[in-house]
């Protein structure tokens, strides 16, 4: 059997706050609303993203909630050009987001890198 990622969770301080990024700010579709849990379907539906209190998540896995700065990941958004980078970039600033990194070009492409309200990082890139 293959690895395959149907879910992402990410363990956040304010549920209301980041249900209202995800879901007005970046237009993520909610699929389940619970008082401690939400989750938006992604893309063509074939993956999600959920939402759950940081402490409680953290207490699901049996781990401690404390920690900050770099996590070793990143949610990569791939993107059919410059303008739909610039696009969700801007979209992302408007619903909160902080801009990591401006909006640059590579030698693969162009590229750019913003936080959600939990400091989870964000690449938006398109190959052209």
Known sequence: MGVQV????LGVEDLARSKA???EGLGCAIDQDYPNFVKFTLGDGSSSLA???REAAAQDAGVPSEGSGFR???????V???EAVDEV???AVA?????VKAEEGAQWGYFGYFS????????VASGS
């Open 72 to 78: 070793g990941v990143s949610f990569h958004y791939i």
């Open 6 to 9: 149907s879910a992402i969770m």
């Open 21 to 23: 990024f995800y879901g």
């Open 116 to 123: 959600d309200p939990d400091g989870y990082l964000w690449k």
């Open 89 to 91: 970039m801007a979209q």
């Open 80 to 82: 059919a050009s410059k």
């Open 95 to 99: 619903a909160g987001a902080g801009v």
């Open 51 to 53: 939402l759950y209190e």
